[in-house]
C-alpha cells in the first residue's frame, strides 16, 4: 500500500521496464489515463527526478498496452472514469465485518481507532475507512507504532481535509525518531533537510483504489 522509496520507480526506469516512449507517457497523462497524482517530484543527487507508483502505474501501463489496439485513447479515459466511480461506489457500503473478514484492517487497529475516535456499528464512513486503512498499513509495514498511531488517528479525525481532493497527499516524515505528519492538496516538490526522511508518500485517489483491490 505504501508509496515510500522501496514501492517507487523512476520515470526512466519505468520507461526502460515496459517500453514505452516519454511521448506516450505524457500523451496518456494529457488524456487523464494515468493520474496525475502519480507523478510524484523527489529530490535525488542529480536534482528533482519524477517517480510513480510502482504497482499501479505498471498495472495501468499494462491495460492500455493490452487495450489500446481495441480502444481509442477517448475510450479508455471513460472506461478509467467509470472504474473510479465504481471504487466510491464500493467504499459507501463497507462494515467493519467486512474488513475483518478481508483482512484489510486487522482488530488491534479497530480498539486502537477507537481509543481516540467514535466509530459508527452500521457502515463506516469513508473518511474514517481511508484513515483506518492508512493506519494499518504503516503499521503493519513497521513504519509508525501504536502510540505513533494515536497521532496519525487524531490528526487525521481533527485536520480540515475532504474527500473531494482526490490529489490530495498523505506525507509521513521522520526526523530524530519522531514522527512529522503532514496533508497537501497540490502534488509539488517538497523538500526536507538532511536530518529528515520521508517515510510515507500518498494520495487519497491511490489510496481509494488500493482499498478496493482489497476487496475484490
Known amino acids: 500500500m505504501t508509496t515510500n522509496q522501496e514501492n517507487l520507480i523512476s520515470k526512466k526506469d519505468l520507461l526502460k521496464e515496459t517500453g514505452i516512449s516519454y511521448g506516450q507517457l505524457y500523451r496518456w497523462k494529457r488524456k487523464s489515463l494515468i493520474p496525475e497524482s502519480w507523478f510524484i517530484r523527489k529530490s535525488t543527487f542529480t536534482g528533482q527526478e519524477t517517480f510513480f507508483p510502482r504497482?499501479?502505474?505498471?498495472?495501468?501501463?499494462?491495460?492500455?498496452?493490452?487495450?489500446?489496439?481495441?480502444?481509442?485513447?477517448?475510450?479508455?479515459?471513460?472506461?478509467?472514469?467509470?472504474?473510479?466511480?465504481?471504487?466510491?461506489?464500493?467504499?459507501?457500503?463497507i462494515t467493519r465485518k467486512i474488513l475483518l473478514e478481508r483482512n484489510i484492517v486487522s482488530n488491534e487497529v479497530f480498539s486502537s481507532f477507537e481509543d481516540h475516535s467514535a466509530l459508527p456499528t452500521g457502515v463506516i464512513k469513508e473518511k474514517q475507512l481511508?484513515?483506518?486503512?492508512?493506519?494499518?498499513?504503516?503499521?503493519?509495514?513497521?513504519?509508525?507504532?501504536?502510540?505513533?498511531?494515536?497521532?496519525?488517528i487524531t490528526f487525521?479525525?481533527?485536520?480540515?481535509?475532504?474527500?473531494?481532493?482526490d490529489d490530495l497527499q498523505f506525507i509521513l516524515i521522520r526526523k530524530l525518531g519522531v514522527l512529522?505528519?503532514?496533508?497537501?492538496?497540490?502534488?509539488?516538490?517538497?523538500?526536507?533537510?538532511?536530518?529528515?526522511?520521508?517515510?510515507?508518500?500518498?494520495?487519497?485517489?491511490?489510496?481509494?483504489?488500493?482499498?478496493?483491490?482489497?476487496?475484490?
Open 180 to 216: 512529522i505528519l503532514l496533508l497537501t492538496d497540490t502534488n509539488e516538490f517538497i523538500q526536507v533537510d538532511k536530518g529528515s526522511k520521508i517515510i510515507y508518500q500518498n494520495s487519497l485517489k491511490q489510496l481509494r483504489e488500493e482499498i478496493v483491490k482489497k476487496l475484490q
Open 156 to 165: 487525521l479525525e481533527t485536520a480540515n481535509w475532504k474527500l473531494s481532493q
Open 55 to 93: 504497482d499501479q502505474v505498471l498495472e495501468r501501463v499494462a491495460q492500455i498496452l493490452e487495450l489500446k489496439d481495441q480502444k481509442s485513447l477517448d475510450e479508455l479515459s471513460v472506461l478509467f472514469h467509470l472504474r473510479e466511480n465504481r471504487y466510491k461506489e464500493k467504499l459507501d457500503q
Open 130 to 152: 481511508v484513515s483506518l486503512f492508512l493506519y494499518d498499513g504503516l503499521l503493519q509495514s513497521g513504519m509508525i507504532s501504536l502510540d505513533e498511531g494515536g497521532q496519525l
